[in-house]
């Protein structure tokens, strides 16, 4: 199994739960002091990788490729790493463009990178899972141009799984990808999207969660878990909203907060 933005969040938690349950991990994140420490807590390997950089990842899964003893040697590759941006920065009265570049360099062009690169260490039958939002279909007013990277993440997982389904090579056409669209849960992202406010994070919890709660993010690795070991029912192209300890397609997930969000106005 390979991750990206494991250093922290919910690819520490995946990479955590993981390892506990028997797997070879290997980790990629931009803070090597911090993904070193993870890497050493689980025994898993490490590289310190920029997914909006082309070289950062060829180099990342050259050192993958070398851990796992191959091309073509694992089973699922996890694309997760994010960022959500600057509210101010992403603001109609005072945007800059420059926001945009930075959050679709690591959350668009970092995934088709991965993709890229990632593609010729997959097994014949292996997966990407790619971490999208719950916000890219829900209005998210204070981060819009996050909101728009992760309804590409939501695009790229469709039309990959309809690539692979219709390609001529037979590895290929056996590989799946599947999106994760999380809710809100307790993170490094949500302290920075909140400023630390209790109040404000448990608000959005009962806002945008099915559940009305904040998930934890071992909530969400304990199914990420699930899906990995085939106890979910979602195949390629899926996108699958987490929520808590929830799991559903992504068109459910917002059926049932509408409903509840209208029950209880």
Do not use: C, W
């Not at 990959?160 to 056409?173: C, K, L, N, P, V």
Request: hydrophobic share 45%; glycine share 12%.
């Amino acid at each position: 199994m390979i991750i990206t933005g494991a250093t922290s969040g919910i690819g520490e938690a995946i990479a955590t739960a993981l390892s506990q349950n028997g797997a070879s991990v290997f980790l990629g994140g931009r803070r090597a002091d911090k993904g070193e420490e993870v890497a050493k807590s689980i025994g898993a390997g490490f590289h310190v990788v920029d997914v909006a950089r082309e070289d950062s990842n060829q180099a990342f899964f050259e050192a993958a490729q070398t851990h796992f003893g191959g091309v073509q040697t694992v089973d699922y590759i996890f694309l997760n790493a994010g960022v959500e941006g600057s509210a101010e920065k992403t603001a109609i009265t005072s945007m800059d463009i420059s926001e945009y570049e930075f959050v679709f360099g690591i959350n668009v062009r970092g995934v088709l990178f991965g993709l890229q690169y990632g593609t010729p260490l997959l097994r014949k039958s292996g997966t990407f899972v790619l971490t999208s939002s719950a916000g890219s279909i829900l209005p998210f007013a204070a981060l819009p141009v996050y909101a728009a990277s992760k309804s590409a993440v939501d695009g790229l997982v469709r039309s990959y799984a309809a690539q692979f389904q219709s390609a001529t090579d037979e590895r290929i056409q056996s590989l799946s990808i599947l999106g994760i669209n999380p809710g809100v849960y307790g993170s490094e992202m949500l302290g920075r999207v909140s400023g630390g406010n209790t109040d404000m994070m448990e608000g959005m919890g009962a806002a945008f969660n099915v559940s009305g709660r904040i998930g934890q993010t071992q909530e969400l690795a304990a199914t990420m878990v699930q899906l990995l070991e085939g106890k979910l029912p979602y195949k390629s192209g899926d996108l699958i909203a987490v929520d808590a300890d929830l799991h559903m397609h992504l068109a459910e997930y917002l059926v049932r907060l509408l409903k509840r969000t209208s029950a209880s106005g």
